[in-house]
């Protein structure tokens, strides 16, 4: 795949590459037309709430190095939306002002499918233009399986993710064991892990612990991972 969709160079989005960054975070949360406007609120306000809270800012800012994020929201083929681009957090203004990015960026009109692996090409290209940092994360949160365009393996096999770990945010409400799925399909790389949420209102939570858990040592996601009360997975 050519790498078309981000050429400008990091200055001129705001990002410069970070000799001393720890961790290019890319989030990428699902609005496709299963996630209704009462849905799109709750994760909306639970992503701003988690990285308003004082321990998910400890985690960014307290380690010498800092982090590097982007944001965007995915749901039918060709339909990526990059609500935030690549942003070093080197203060807490930086941080707030993803924030109110964050809330207030309008739910989607058009309701659309489920493009998981045209979402995962979108992020290959995203984290080949990330700052320099110690690690590559993807952070995919999403309620269903792929159901248009270019399936996940598919999108593994054509694109290049070697040095990126793929995490997952399962929300269980819609479809039977997509946990299962995520753990099977979506997920890859050092320490990759599915968090889990029963259903959307507990979204806000599990990005919450999600964030944590990326945030901190890598080496966490090797040995547990929560399923919402389903038993110890190993990745």
Same mark, same amino acid.
């Given at each position: 795949m050519l790498r078309l969709t981000l050429t400008l160079p990091l200055a001129l989005l705001g990002c410069p590459a970070a000799a001393d960054c720890r961790l290019a975070l890319a989030l990428a949360v699902d #609005?496709? &037309?299963? /996630?209704? #406007?009462?849905?799109?609120? /709750?994760?909306?306000?639970?992503l701003a709430r988690a990285l308003e809270?004082?321990? /998910?800012?400890?985690?960014?800012?307290?380690?010498?190095?800092?982090?590097?994020?982007?944001?965007?929201?995915?749901?039918?083929?060709?339909?990526?939306?990059? *609500?935030?681009?690549? *942003?070093?957090?080197?203060?807490e203004a930086d941080l707030d002002a993803v924030i109110e990015r964050v809330r207030l960026t309008p739910r989607p009109a058009a309701p659309l499918?489920? $493009?998981?692996?045209?979402a995962l090409r979108y992020a290959a290209d995203l984290l080949y233009d990330a700052p320099d940092c110690g690690r590559r994360v993807l952070d995919v949160a999403g309620d269903g399986r792929n159901?248009?365009?270019?399936? #996940?393996? &598919? $999108?593994?096999?054509?694109?290049? =993710? !070697?040095?990126?770990? #793929?995490?997952?945010?399962?929300?269980?409400?819609?479809?039977?064991?997509?946990?299962?799925? =995520?753990? !099977?399909?979506?997920?890859?790389?050092?320490? $990759?892990?599915?968090?889990?949420?029963?259903?959307?209102?507990?979204?806000?939570?599990? /990005?919450? &612990?999600?964030?944590l858990r990326e945030l901190a040592n890598p080496l966490i996601g090797r040995l547990e991972s929560t399923t919402g009360?389903?038993?110890?997975r190993i990745f």
């Open positions: #609005v496709s &037309r299963s /996630i209704d #406007v009462e849905d799109y609120a /709750i994760q909306t306000e639970g809270a004082p321990d /998910i800012r400890k985690a960014i800012f307290g380690p010498e190095d800092d982090v590097a994020l982007a944001i965007f929201y995915w749901s039918g083929k060709g339909y990526q939306d990059l *609500v935030q681009p690549w *942003v070093l957090l080197e203060t499918a489920t $493009a998981l692996g045209d159901n248009e365009g270019i399936s #996940v393996t &598919r $999108a593994y096999e054509r694109e290049d =993710f !070697s040095g990126i770990t #793929v995490n997952a945010l399962a929300v269980g409400e819609h479809e039977a064991d997509l946990l299962g799925y =995520f753990s !099977s399909e979506l997920i890859r790389g050092p320490g $990759a892990f599915v968090e889990y949420a029963p259903e959307q209102k507990d979204y806000p939570r599990a /990005i919450h &612990r999600k964030l009360g389903k038993g110890p």
